[in-house]
């Protein structure tokens, strides 16, 4: 907004503007509160750090800076606005500056963590370059506590660690941006226990709006739905993501199944599902052919149909996929009989359709696929992170306990552990291993409550947010090291 010159300086000096900083090229910026936030060894925010120090610091360079036709800020909150801005543009580039993304994500990151003194220089840099006169500032310019877990957690923090894990979606970043960037515009008390926020997408990964789901109590963590106006291109999306080892027509397919299947919720016993189940059998046959290919091509010429497949699998091993799934050959001979229903037209059932989709999903085949398909595990997955399904039900988070179970078995087949373990950790496990009952925080707002059992074992306790009991997994001392190793946590899926 534009400040009338006889109006009280934006500054909080109590001077007039006009004889106050009206024409002078420092700006003064207005007085904040700001609740700096801490770490500690055992914290979420102590990983992070760990996990994108390396690339936090990298400088913002004028001449590829897109300059937003914004007024120059004057505090926290309107300098926050100013550089989402700057990083909504660069995303809606149709090929983002990796490194000038990084490096508003970073400055923004450390500025909360650490040098929040210095956003007075930030504001003058922005205003020596800037073409524009007027200020924008806010009654309050400092944030509530959930505006800054919106920013710094949910938005910051969030986009740097996937450049850490190698999991980038840019659309998604654009979506959680323009939310950000909306939220500090029109602010949000603490009075609201938010602890789930529906984002309304529409093609073209456009924010057409959000709802906020309360909790039952204050959550430490705010989970994001993303719920799509255009279905179709929001499985899609997702996919080139999680099977980016899969070729487009696979994802396509893929996509256009899961599409068409949440539009049969009604009369399961009446449907029958031949033509879902012949789409996922035709996916696994082309993406098993393209492993074959890859690693004999010269069987690229005979076109290998699904029996073909199902015994080259069980006759042969592959680096990764054996490695996740060693009877994967079995596996597929079990679908033998369904795969020949189904390529004649005949009805395929419910339960014939869920045991099919179970192996592709829950079983994560078409994952393990895909990783094969790319030559290398997931990033994430090296790292030790425990990923599982999350759902909101009646203000309570609910963790998938197949999906956690089935990430911890994971990690005992990866042998790149990165990174290494660190000090907090590491004194956290000599605790588990000399019998202490150690509770940590988990980013749910739930904990997990390791236990040395009488027989040597250990116990990991999954508690929800109202800490009840949600399940539970046994470890043998070697798997519990090698969790810690591998910095292990769980994170949402």
Same mark, same amino acid.
Request: proline share 3%; charged share 30%; with cysteine.
């Given at each position: #907004?534009?400040?009338?010159?006889?109006?009280?300086?934006?500054?909080?000096?109590?001077?007039?503007?006009?004889?106050?900083?009206?024409?002078?090229?420092?700006?003064?910026?207005?007085?904040?509160?700001?609740?700096?936030?801490?770490?500690?060894?055992?914290?979420?925010?102590?990983?992070?750090?760990?996990?994108?120090?390396?690339?936090?610091?990298? @400088?913002?360079?004028?001449?590829?800076?897109?300059?937003?036709?914004?007024?120059?800020?004057?505090?926290?909150?309107?300098?926050?606005?100013?550089?989402?801005?700057?990083?909504?543009?660069?995303?809606?580039?149709?090929?983002? !500056?990796?490194?000038?993304?990084?490096?508003? %994500?970073?400055?923004? %990151?450390?500025?909360?963590?650490? !040098?929040?003194?210095?956003?007075?220089?930030?504001?003058?840099?922005?205003?020596?370059?800037?073409?524009?006169?007027?200020? #924008?500032?806010?009654?309050?310019?400092?944030?509530?506590?959930?505006?800054?877990? &919106?920013?710094?957690?949910?938005?910051?923090?969030?986009?740097?660690?996937?450049?850490?894990?190698?999991?980038?979606?840019?659309?998604? /970043?654009?979506?959680?941006?323009? /939310?950000?960037?909306?939220?500090?515009?029109?602010?949000?008390?603490?009075?609201?226990?938010?602890?789930?926020?529906?984002?309304? +997408?529409?093609?073209?990964?456009?924010?057409?709006?959000?709802?906020?789901?309360?909790?039952?109590?204050?959550?430490?963590?705010?989970?994001?739905?993303?719920?799509?106006?255009?279905?179709?291109?929001?499985?899609?999306? =997702?996919?080139?993501?999680?099977?980016?080892?899969?070729?487009?027509?696979?994802? =396509?397919?893929?996509?256009?199944?899961?599409?068409?299947?949440?539009?049969?919720?009604?009369?399961?016993?009446?449907?029958?599902?031949?033509?879902?189940?012949?789409?996922?059998?035709?996916?696994?046959?082309?993406?098993?052919?393209?492993?074959?290919?890859?690693?004999?091509?010269?069987?690229?010429?005979?076109?290998?149909?699904?029996?073909?497949?199902?015994? %080259?699998?069980?006759?042969?091993?592959?680096?990764?996929?054996?490695?996740?799934? @060693?009877?994967?050959?079995?596996?597929? $001979?079990?679908?033998?009989?369904?795969?020949?229903?189904?390529?004649?037209?005949?009805?395929?059932?419910?339960?014939?359709?869920?045991?099919?989709?179970?192996?592709?999903?829950?079983?994560?085949?078409?994952?393990?696929?895909?990783?094969?398909?790319?030559?290398?595990?997931?990033?994430?997955?090296?790292?030790?992170? &425990?990923?599982?399904?999350?759902?909101?039900?009646?203000?309570?988070?609910?963790?998938?306990?197949?999906?956690?179970?089935?990430? +911890?078995?994971?990690?005992?087949?990866?042998?790149? +552990?990165?990174?290494?373990?660190? @000090?907090?950790?590491?004194?956290?496990?000599?605790? +588990?291993?000399?019998?202490?009952?150690?509770?940590?925080?988990?980013?749910?707002?739930?904990?997990?409550?390791?236990?040395?059992?009488?027989?040597?074992?250990?116990?990991?306790?999954?508690?929800?947010?109202?800490?009840?009991?949600?399940?539970?997994?046994?470890?043998? $001392? !070697?798997?519990?090291?090698?969790?810690?190793?591998?910095?292990?946590?769980?994170?949402?899926?």
């Amino acid at each position: #907004m534009e400040l009338s010159k006889n109006k009280p300086c934006a500054c909080g000096s109590g001077k007039k503007f006009k004889i106050c900083c009206m024409g002078k090229d420092i700006v003064k910026i207005k007085k904040f509160n700001f609740n700096q936030p801490s770490i500690n060894r055992s914290s979420q925010s102590n990983r992070t750090h760990n996990l994108i120090h390396e690339f936090t610091f990298e @400088p913002i360079f004028q001449d590829e800076m897109a300059m937003p036709h914004h007024p120059i800020p004057k505090g926290l909150r309107s300098f926050c606005i100013y550089r989402l801005e700057q990083i909504i543009r660069e995303l809606e580039n149709s090929n983002p !500056n990796d490194r000038l993304l990084k490096a508003y %994500y970073g400055e923004l %990151y450390w500025l909360f963590y650490k !040098n929040m003194n210095l956003i007075e220089n930030k504001i003058n840099e922005i205003k020596s370059v800037s073409t524009i006169e007027v200020f #924008m500032e806010f009654e309050s310019e400092g944030l509530t506590d959930i505006e800054q877990q &919106i920013v710094l957690d949910r938005t910051v923090s969030s986009s740097l660690l996937d450049y850490a894990y190698g999991t980038l979606d840019f659309g998604a /970043f654009k979506i959680v941006a323009s /939310f950000c960037k909306q939220i500090l515009l029109q602010g949000l008390s603490d009075d609201r226990n938010v602890g789930l926020v529906q984002l309304k +997408i529409d093609t073209g990964d456009e924010l057409v709006g959000w709802e906020f789901v309360e909790s039952k109590r204050k959550s430490s963590r705010i989970h994001y739905e993303f719920v799509s106006m255009d279905a179709l291109d929001n499985e899609y999306k =997702k996919l080139k993501v999680s099977l980016s080892g899969f070729s487009d027509a696979s994802l =396509k397919t893929i996509a256009t199944a899961l599409t068409q299947e949440d539009a049969l919720k009604k009369s399961k016993d009446l449907i029958s599902y031949v033509g879902l189940v012949m789409n996922y059998f035709g996916v696994l046959e082309q993406e098993l052919r393209n492993i074959v290919y890859k690693h004999n091509n010269k069987l690229t010429k005979k076109r290998m149909m699904w029996r073909d497949l199902a015994q %080259y699998f069980k006759e042969n091993t592959f680096p990764i996929l054996t490695k996740f799934m @060693p009877e994967v050959g079995k596996e597929l $001979e079990d679908f033998n009989e369904m795969r020949n229903h189904s390529a004649h037209g005949e009805f395929i059932t419910y339960e014939e359709f869920t045991k099919l989709k179970a192996f592709i999903f829950k079983n994560r085949a078409f994952e393990y696929m895909s990783w094969e398909l790319n030559g290398e595990i997931p990033k994430r997955k090296q790292m030790g992170v &425990i990923e599982s399904h999350v759902t909101y039900d009646e203000g309570e988070l609910q963790v998938d306990m197949d999906s956690f179970n089935k990430s +911890i078995d994971e990690i005992k087949n990866i042998d790149v +552990i990165e990174p290494t373990m660190h @000090p907090g950790m590491k004194d956290t496990l000599e605790s +588990i291993k000399k019998g202490e009952a150690v509770l940590t925080a988990d980013y749910d707002g739930g904990k997990i409550l390791f236990q040395k059992t009488i027989n040597g074992l250990y116990k990991a306790t999954k508690l929800n947010s109202l800490n009840r009991e949600i399940g539970r997994k046994i470890l043998k $001392e !070697n798997e519990l090291v090698m969790m810690f190793e591998k910095g292990s946590y769980i994170g949402p899926n």
